[in-house]
T-cell receptor
C-alpha cells in the first residue's frame, strides 16, 4: 500500500524567503503525486501534479515540485514567500496499480509567513 | 461555472440526531468521495463511489451512510452511531480514468453537542 510522509507539521518562513515543504512517498508502482493547498475553512485546491512526464513540475502561485525517484521525494518549493501563501499544504499519492481510484494524503504542513 | 457545492457551510445538531450533508457536482465526473478532516490528522476517507448505484467503504465508514442515485449527487448521512461526529467534512470528485487528481468542494463544518 502506498503512503505519504510530510516532514514538519509546521513551517515558518520570512516573507521573501525560500519555501520548502517536504514530502516522501512509498508506492509499489510508479505513482502519480499531487500537492494541494487549503486555506482556513475552505476545501483543497490542486497546486500541481506529477504524472511521469517532466520531473520538475510547475504549478499555480509560483510553486514547483521536483520528483526524485532515487529519494522517493516530491518536495514543494517557492523561491520567495508571500503573505498570501500562509495555508496548509497536503501531499498526496495515487497508485496507478489500482487505477488511481483513491488518493492517500499526508497529514499536512501548516505554513506560516513572518512579515 | 463547473464545480462542487456542499451545503450548508455550517451545521449544528444535537447528539443522537442523524444529519445529512449535501454534495453536488456539475463536472460530469464519474467518481465522488467523502472525507473527514480533524486537526493534525489530514484527510480520512469515509466512502467513495465510482459509478451511480455503487459505493465502497473507506477507512472510517462506521457510523456513516451514503447513496449515489444520481451521477451529480452523493449525500452523506452522519448517524447517531458515529461516536465523534464533530468535524470538517469534504466532498470531492474525479473524472474516470485520468491521473487520479480529485477536485474538492468548500466543505461543511458539523458541530454536534
Amino acid at each position: 500500500a502506498q503512503s505519504v510522509t510530510q516532514l514538519g507539521s509546521h513551517v515558518s518562513v520570512s516573507e521573501g524567503a525560500l519555501v520548502l515543504l517536504r514530502c516522501n512517498y512509498s508506492s509499489s508502482v510508479p505513482p502519480y503525486l499531487f500537492w494541494y493547498v487549503q486555506y482556513p475553512n475552505q476545501g483543497l485546491q490542486l497546486l500541481l501534479k506529477y504524472t511521469s512526464a517532466a520531473t520538475l513540475v510547475k504549478g499555480i502561485n509560483g510553486f514547483e515540485a521536483e520528483f526524485k525517484k532515487s529519494e522517493t521525494s516530491f518536495h514543494l518549493t517557492k523561491p520567495s514567500a508571500h503573505m498570501s501563501d500562509a495555508a496548509e499544504y497536503f501531499c498526496a499519492v495515487s497508485d496507478q496499480g489500482f487505477g488511481n481510484e483513491k488518493l492517500t494524503f499526508g497529514t499536512g504542513t501548516r505554513l506560516t509567513i513572518i512579515p | 461555472d463547473g464545480g462542487i457545492t456542499q451545503s450548508p457551510k455550517y451545521l449544528f445538531r444535537k447528539e443522537g440526531q442523524n444529519v445529512t450533508l449535501s454534495c453536488e457536482q456539475n463536472l460530469n465526473h464519474d467518481a465522488m468521495y467523502w472525507y473527514r478532516q480533524d486537526p493534525g490528522q489530514g484527510l480520512r476517507l469515509i466512502y467513495y463511489s465510482q459509478i451511480v448505484n455503487d459505493f465502497q467503504k473507506g477507512d472510517i465508514a462506521e457510523g456513516y451512510s451514503v447513496s449515489r442515485e444520481k451521477k451529480e449527487s452523493f449525500p452523506l448521512t452522519v448517524t447517531s452511531a458515529q461516536k465523534n461526529p464533530t468535524a470538517f467534512y469534504l466532498c470531492a470528485s474525479r473524472t474516470g480514468g485520468g491521473t487520479g487528481e480529485q477536485y474538492f468542494g468548500p466543505g461543511t463544518r458539523l458541530t454536534v453537542t
